[in-house]
C-alpha cells in the first residue's frame, strides 16, 4: 500500500503538488489521471524519494522510502525519464540493478522472459526501439518482485500490441495481489485497465472513486435519432412523454429510453429514419469537464 498524506511540492513559487492525501490499494489496478503539467510525475517521484516533499509526507507499506532495506524488492517503478546507461547491455543493466538490491542474477533471465527481451538480453539499449526500451524499464522495475509497482505513462509512443501487453501485465500484477499505481493523461486508456481512479488537477486532488462509479457517474447512456422530417419527429417523440434534444446535424439525443421505442414512436407516426442508434457520452468528455480550469496549457479556441 502507498499512502500519501498532505503531500506539497513547490519548485520555487510554483507549487507542482498541493495537500494530496489518498492510499493505493493492493489487488487492483489505480490509475493516476490528470492533464499535463497537473503533478502526476512530481507526486510519483516523491513517493520515491527521488524528490523531496515541501511537506506532508508519503509511506510506502508504513515506512518512506528512504527506511526500505532493499527498496527495489518492496517497490519498483518505471518513470519517464529512463536512465539506462548507454554502455551497458540490456542484461548488464539488470545485473548492475540485481547486485545493488540483493536480488539473485536467475531473476533476470526470469524478467527477461516475462518483458519478451530474451533475443537482445546481450545487446546495447542505445539501439532499442521506444517499445523495448519501455520493456526495459519494465524488467527493471519487476526485477526484485516488489508487491508494489508504480509505471509513469507506460503506453507512451507505444503501438497496439504493447498497449495491449502492457494492459494485461498490469491487471495480471494486481491479480496477483500486487499494488499496481499507473499515470495516464488518457480517461479512455484507464477505463479500459484501471478498476480505481485517482484524478489531480494543478497539483490538487479532484477524485478518488472506483473506476465503476466513475463510468456509472458520468456516461449517461442515451439514442441518437435522426429523420428526414426533423420536425415531426421532435413533436412525435416529444407527444410520447419524451425530451428530444436538437443537434447541429438536425438529429435528436433523447435520454432515458431504449432505442426500441423511439423507433416504436416513428413508426407509429409514419416517420422514416436515417438513424438510430445507442450512444454513450464520453469518458474523456467527464475528465475535461472534471479537471477543466485545472488545465495548465490550454490552447484558446477560436
Ligand atoms: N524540477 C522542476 N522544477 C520546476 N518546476 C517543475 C519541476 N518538475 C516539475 N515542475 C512543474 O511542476 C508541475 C507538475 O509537473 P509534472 O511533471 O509532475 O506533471 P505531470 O502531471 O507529470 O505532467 P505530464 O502529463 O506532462 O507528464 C509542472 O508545472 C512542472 O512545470
Ligand atoms: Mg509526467
Known amino acids: 500500500m502507498i499512502e500519501l498524506s498532505e503531500l506539497t511540492k513547490r519548485y520555487g513559487g510554483k507549487t507542482a503538488v498541493e495537500g494530496l492525501t489518498f492510499a493505493v490499494r493492493p489487488g487492483v489496478v489505480t490509475g493516476f489521471l490528470g492533464p499535463n503539467g497537473a503533478g502526476?510525475?512530481?507526486t510519483m517521484r516523491m513517493i520515491l524519494g527521488l524528490d523531496r516533499p515541501t511537506s506532508g509526507d508519503v509511506r510506502i507499506d508504513g515506512k518512506r522510502y528512504d527506511q526500505l532495506p532493499e527498496p527495489l524488492t518492496y517497490?519498483?517503478?518505471?518513470?519517464?525519464a529512463r536512465s539506462v546507461h548507454p554502455g551497458r547491455t540490456a542484461y548488464h543493466h539488470l545485473l548492475c540493478l540485481a547486485q545493488s538490491n540483493g536480488v539473485p542474477e536467475r531473476r533476470i533471465g526470469e524478467v527477461l522472459d516475462l518483458v519478451g527481451l530474451s533475443g537482445v538480453a546481450r545487446k546495447r539499449p542505445k539501439g532499442f526501439s521506444l517499445g523495448m526500451g519501455q520493456?526495459?524499464?519494465?524488467?527493471?522495475?519487476?526485477?526484485?518482485?516488489?508487491?508494489?509497482?508504480?509505471?509513469d505513462?507506460?503506453?507512451n509512443g507505444l503501438d497496439p500490441e504493447g498497449i495491449h501487453w502492457i494492459r494485461n501485465l498490469?491487471?495480471?500484477l494486481a491479480s496477483d495481489g500486487r499494488t499496481v499505481f499507473v499515470s495516464s493523461h488518457l480517461m479512455s486508456e484507464m477505463a479500459l485497465t484501471a478498476d480505481h481512479l485517482v484524478v489531480i488537477g494543478q497539483g490538487r486532488l479532484l477524485a478518488d472513486t472506483s473506476m465503476a462509479r466513475f463510468i456509472?457517474?458520468?456516461?449517461?447512456p442515451y439514442v441518437q435519432v435522426r429523420s428526414p422530417?426533423?420536425?415531426?419527429?421532435?413533436?412525435s417523440l416529444a407527444g410520447a412523454g419524451l425530451r428530444p434534444v436538437p443537434q447541429p446535424d438536425g438529429g435528436f439525443e433523447v435520454e432515458g429510453v431504449p432505442a426500441a421505442r423511439v423507433g416504436e414512436i416513428a413508426a407509429a407516426n409514419g416517420l422514416v429514419l436515417h438513424e438510430l442508434s445507442r450512444r454513450q457520452a464520453s469518458l474523456e468528455e467527464?475528465?475535461?469537464r472534471l479537471t477543466h480550469g485545472s488545465v495548465e496549457y490550454q490552447a484558446r479556441e477560436g
Open 229 to 235: 422530417d426533423p420536425e415531426r419527429l421532435r413533436v
Open 170 to 172: 498490469m491487471k495480471q
Open 286 to 288: 467527464a475528465f475535461m
Open 153 to 155: 505513462e507506460p503506453v
Open 40 to 42: 502526476k510525475s512530481t
Open 216 to 220: 456509472e457517474e458520468n456516461s449517461r
Open 135 to 151: 520493456r526495459l524499464g519494465i524488467a527493471s522495475a519487476l526485477l526484485g518482485d516488489p508487491k508494489i509497482l508504480m509505471f
Open 75 to 80: 517497490i519498483g517503478a518505471l518513470l519517464e
